[in-house]
């Protein structure tokens, strides 16, 4: 990736009319608060534009990489030689028409629910404190409390890597336990649409309400994090499992095995990536070894090579 062929994309991105700034840390895009600097990183402003941006990226053999709100991803230290494209507040338009809420990748999950609070309209709840964008939690079928987003999903529309933008039913979607279809790459969520029913709105408020103290008691929101460090292995619970490895509380560095949710891998102020990969491999390795289960981990990963 030569500075010429940054500065081509850097231009065709303003030409969009969308905001650019270089050598950005990615530690200020992630909440773990961790990762090296990217050499351009692009606010997505329009999703005709950020289709011909993916192409011409693709088309330059450009890596990119498509970020949210960087909650379910880990990012090494030093320089990362990829663009980002950045789906955030100039991607979040949302609106609604008879009980479907039409919402762009960049949404908030908290801020589509509020809003379908206050449209009366119930079904969002489970996604109210789930700290992601739309876009992210689609492609990773983001649940919690009994709730996924298979289950309000009507479609979603993306681009290929050529530009070509399509609108996906929920039945080609190929939800699965953090999966969908998009999972595997390939596309560039650009927008969704969600259909709920008529609810109460002050029942949908207690709801938000009760699920938010849950998760401030049993969640170690205090610290930065990814969420759920490992995915749920089948026929058990990866908290569970660490829990009785004696694992709760290892540490290395600043990275830390949450002592208030053993599920939770945190950054207890100036972790490394390295560290938090060290905590991460010992838990790994423990847990195969005294239970002979293989955990995964929930977060992406990104590496400078």
């Known amino acids: ?53 993916v192409r011409e ?35 979040s338009d949302i609106s ?4 479907v809420i039409t919402c762009q990748a960049g949404a908030a999950l908290s801020a589509v629910s509020a809003f379908a609070r206050d449209k009366g309209l119930t079904g969002l709840e489970f996604a109210y404190g789930i700290p992601g964008n739309i876009g992210g939690a689609v492609f990773m079928n983001a649940g919690a409390y009994g709730g996924e987003m298979k289950d309000v999903i009507v479609s979603v529309t993306a681009c290929d890597l050529m530009g070509n933008i399509r609108e996906f039913p ?16 390939g596309y560039v969520i650009l927008s969704a649409r969600l259909r709920l029913t008529a609810g109460d709105k002050e029942k949908i408020s207690e709801r938000m309400a009760e699920l938010t103290r849950m998760r401030k008691e049993k969640q170690p929101l205090e610290y930065r994090s990814a969420g759920s460090t490992f995915k749920r292995p089948q026929g058990a619970f990866a908290a569970q499992l660490i829990e009785e490895c004696g694992l709760k509380g290892y540490s290395c560095g600043d990275a830390q095995v949450s002592e208030k949710h053993s599920g939770f891998v945190i950054n207890k102020g100036t972790a490394s990536f390295e560290d938090v990969m060290n905590v991460i491999e010992h838990v790994k390795k423990t847990v195969s070894l005294q239970k002979g289960i293989s955990l995964e981990c929930e977060p992406e990963i990104i590496r400078r090579g």
Do not use: W
């Open 1 to 53: 990736m030569t500075t010429e062929q940054i500065n081509k994309i850097k231009e065709l991105a303003l030409s969009f009319g969308f905001e650019c700034s270089e050598n950005v840390p990615l530690s200020r895009y992630t909440t773990f608060g961790i990762g090296g600097a990217c050499p351009l990183m692009i606010e997505a402003g329009s999703e005709q534009g950020t289709a011909e941006l």
């Open 96 to 99: 609604e028409e008879n009980g």
């Open 170 to 185: 929920a039945g080609e979607l190929d939800f699965g336990y953090r999966h969908s279809r998009f999972s595997a790459g």
């Open 57 to 91: 990226m693709t088309s330059e053999k450009l890596p990119f990489y498509i970020i949210g709100k960087g909650s379910n991803l880990l990012v090494e230290d030093g320089d990362i030689s990829m663009i980002f494209l950045h789906m955030g507040k100039a991607m």
